[in-house]
């Protein structure tokens, strides 16, 4: 199909092309975070185990997939502020490092479902002495259920892609870092507010960012999303929803690693989104961009001066930028499903809660 096949097409047919029940939850996320936010508050359980000062010798931050890419941002919150933290896919953890699950350590446990298999051999690990924190979208699941504090999102019934339970989950891990750090979270709570009305207007524009990404994505091969910093979470998790909502290959990795390697493979079949994040970066990932386009590829930055208006984001406080920079790589997941015409995030393979590890 093509981009004026696309454009030219009926409401009707476009909605047998995009507006499956994937597409629905990518509408839902303001929602989400409304009804999220809100119920956010320090229980007796929270605070008798933050902050991280006087109580732990380090914080395991573990998770599957989206779970463990939501990290990303808490991981360098703590590290700011003087905090050991190790960020381990959950999977690695249980088998390899339970040594770590000390009472010296305290684990943040992100599972969307809270019942994934690797999750719960975490909370069945023989010896285990570490208080886990859970983070879930399943108020029932083991996780919520007997984790020694929980954190419940309100996303909602999700039908496959990460995509509703993934923005609350960073919002909560933000409102979370307060807490682990000595502070209290009312400041970013007050921050996290902005989240869904911001939301709400990128995907108010979904249609014309859809087609304008087509245009660039026509004839594209590779696919690669890359950031610095806390942009490692949207790039990380960007490359896994690609190939989950559209079985198309991409990968998601640092914007220095591209450059060690992956960068051989730049010509015109190549697409990168490059996160312009933080202040102290933005020049080292704009001249990423201009370096790819000179050597034959298509190369934009992702941000407040992107020369693409589906990759324009506002400028934000540190703890939104997460949030919104993964709307970009759903709007791609999108204008790839209509350019092949399958429908966006429909599993034909994979589950969404995965039991067998």
């Not at 929602?31 to 732990?56: F, H, I, S």
């Not at 921050?191 to 207007?201: F, K, N, W």
Request: net charge negative; proline share 5%.
């Amino acid at each position: 199909m093509t981009t004026k096949e696309f454009i030219a097409m009926e409401t009707n047919s476009l909605g047998t092309v995009i507006q499956g029940r994937y597409f629905q939850d990518l509408l839902g996320q303001p929602e989400a975070l409304e009804n999220t936010l809100p119920v956010l508050e320090v229980t007796d359980k929270l605070r008798r185990l933050t902050p991280v000062e006087g109580k732990y010798q380090r914080v395991v931050l573990t998770g599957m997939g989206a779970s463990l890419n939501a990290l990303q941002p808490l991981y360098l919150s703590l590290l700011a502020c003087g905090t050991s933290a190790l960020l381990v896919e959950t999977s690695e953890l249980i088998h390899f490092l339970p040594r770590l699950l000390d009472e010296s350590t305290l684990v943040v446990a992100v599972s969307q479902s809270g019942k994934s298999a690797e999750t719960v051999k975490l909370l069945d690990l023989p010896g285990r002495k570490s208080p886990v924190v859970g983070v879930t979208n399943g108020a029932d699941s083991p996780l919520a259920m007997r984790a020694d504090a929980s954190l419940v999102t309100r996303a909602g019934s999700e039908f496959s892609v990460s995509c509703k339970t993934y923005v609350s989950a960073i919002a909560v891990l933000a409102w979370l870092g307060g807490l682990l750090c000595g502070g209290q979270p009312g400041s970013s709570a007050g921050e996290l507010r902005q989240a869904p009305g911001l939301v709400r207007d990128y995907l108010s524009r979904w249609q014309t960012h859809v087609e304008s990404l087509m245009r660039e994505l026509e004839g594209v091969r590779d696919l690669f999303f890359l950031g610095r910093g806390s942009s490692l979470a949207a790039a990380m998790n960007s490359g896994l929803i690609i190939k989950e909502s559209t079985r198309f290959h991409s990968e998601g990795m640092s914007s220095a690693a591209f450059r060690h390697g992956p960068f051989e493979m730049v010509d015109s079949h190549l697409f990168a989104l490059v996160y312009a994040g933080d202040p102290q970066v933005e020049e080292l990932n704009r001249s990423l961009v201009e370096d790819i386009r000179r050597a034959g590829g298509r190369a934009f930055l992702c941000g407040p001066q992107s020369d693409a208006e589906a990759l324009q984001l506002p400028a934000v406080v540190p703890a939104l930028r997460p949030i919104l920079e993964i709307l970009p790589a759903q709007m791609i997941s999108l204008a790839l499903a209509a350019l092949t015409g399958v429908e966006a995030g429909k599993f034909r393979k994979a589950t969404k809660v995965t039991e067998t590890e």
